[in-house]
């Protein structure tokens, strides 16, 4: 990325760290422009309050994420690597999350077989709400391939010394997206309807996803359930308690393991799990064979 400041930083973190699913993840759900795999890391790129830049993060090495942020300013590198550490939920603290979690004996040997696992961020809550429509009872795959029109059609160019691989773009803004027709989007009348409402209201500020009520505005729209809600509140506003009884892969898992399949059976098994249900979601996904919880190559 010629012509763009580099910084190179090493992001620190609380052992243990699985980096499996935490990777796996952020690379399995990827939106083509906006984030790749290359050269042996998570590339995406990201709004700085100068302008956009490039996140470079690979596995840790050496107790370490040897992160490389690519800035369009240099004085944007404090607000980088808050971003890199919220992606990657390196504040986290493993061993108050799994000596909770390790407290039940459906959990403890997921938790002893792969400790330290984190929950894939986002560097913006409006971006991830967005994405969060997009997958609604969809499969990954879909919703990475509704969420590639929109960058293509809505979001803005990369600059030139920033563009490297194939990202090329930032992810669109609300506002940017606010000119949205029905023509643009692949999908039922229903989430067309959720998807357009939702960014008006993140346009017009009648949705704020940093306010303390975010959730219960977020959940007052039209189509916007449950697992929206705790799917934000889990990978873009850090709530590590978020729980989502009702995700087919939660149910899968919750079959397999001899847990509750029924939400409510659910809800009330996990009450052991407070205040880290966010992280019980991870060691549940995890019993699934899922490409989100494998490395990537």
């Keep these: 990325m010629p012509g763009s400041s580099v910084r190179r930083v090493s992001l620190e973190f609380r052992e243990p760290l699985c980096p499996d699913n935490l990777w796996g993840h952020l690379v399995a759900t990827a939106v083509p422009g906006v984030e790749e795999w290359r050269d042996g890391a998570y590339r995406r790129t990201v709004r700085l309050p100068g302008g956009p830049g ?55 040997p997921l938790v002893d077989a792969a400790p330290g696992r984190r929950v894939p961020g986002s560097p913006s809550a409006d971006e991830f709400a967005v994405r969060a429509v997009l997958g609604q009872q969809v499969s990954t795959a879909a919703a990475r391939t509704h969420a590639a029109r929109l960058v293509r059609g809505f979001g803005a160019p990369l600059p030139a010394d920033l563009a490297g691989g194939t990202l090329t773009h930032l992810f669109p803004t609300p506002h940017q997206l606010t000119a949205l027709t029905d023509d643009d989007l692949g999908m039922p009348a229903s989430r067309k309807r959720t998807l357009r409402g939702l960014v008006a209201a993140l346009a017009d500020g009648s949705v704020d996803l940093a306010a303390a009520d975010a959730r219960a505005q977020l959940g007052a729209l039209r189509g916007i359930g449950p697992w929206t809600v705790d799917s934000v509140a889990m990978r873009a506003l850090g709530d590590p308690d978020a729980f989502l009884p009702s995700d087919l892969g939660i149910r899968v898992a919750a079959r397999e393991l001899g847990l509750p399949e029924r939400d409510r059976d659910l809800v009330a098994a996990a009450e052991a799990w407070r205040p880290y249900r966010a992280y019980a979601t991870q060691y549940l996904w995890a019993a699934l064979d899922h490409a989100v919880n494998t490395m990537p190559g």
């Design 54 to 108: 490039v996140l470079v993060l690979p596995p840790p090495a050496g107790g370490v994420v040897p992160a490389e942020l690519h800035l369009g300013r240099p004085d944007d590198e404090a607000a980088a690597v808050a971003l890199a550490r919220r992606v990657l939920d390196l504040d986290a603290d493993p061993a108050a999350v799994d000596g909770t979690l390790r407290a039940d004996p459906v959990l403890r």
